[in-house]
């Protein structure tokens, strides 16, 4: 995570636990009924606003590095393009195999006729046979 980002969410994380607390201290002294519940529910709201703006402003500022720095290489993208050469390797390869044997199936009388199980009296097409 990059620093402006981490000093965004680093940020964020501390005003939503104040915020928290907030909201807990305007529960309890509401439950009491002191005089400070009314101020400190009006400043819980206030810092709701807060704590969301705060977490808009890291994503903010993840999108805003994202575009000015590019994506930093990761292993992930160096594995992939590793795993494309070894696949076109895998590929060459199995070509190379094919060519040899002829392109023929092998183990198959009648390769054109895939679909055909061999047993062609239950068809009814004697003709054939």
């Known amino acids: 995570m990059p620093d402006a980002v981490r000093t965004a969410a680093v940020r964020a994380v501390l005003i939503m636990s ?68 070894r696949r076109r390797a895998q590929r060459a390869a199995r070509a190379a195999e094919r060519d040899e044997a002829g392109g023929r199936i092998r183990g198959r009388r009648n390769a054109g006729d895939l679909s055909r199980t061999g047993d062609l009296s239950r068809t009814g097409d004697l003709s054939r046979a």
């Not at 309890?28 to 810092?47: K, Q």
């Not at 969301?52 to 994506?71: E, F, K, S």
């Open 18 to 85: 104040l915020t928290i607390i907030q909201a807990m201290v305007a529960f309890l002294s509401t439950l009491t009924g002191s005089w400070l519940a009314f101020p400190m529910v009006l400043s819980s709201v206030a810092s709701t606003v807060v704590a969301t703006w705060a977490v808009l402003d890291v994503w903010v500022t993840r999108q805003v590095w994202n575009q000015r720095h590019g994506v930093v290489s990761e292993p992930s993208s160096t594995a992939r393009q590793m795993r494309r050469q």
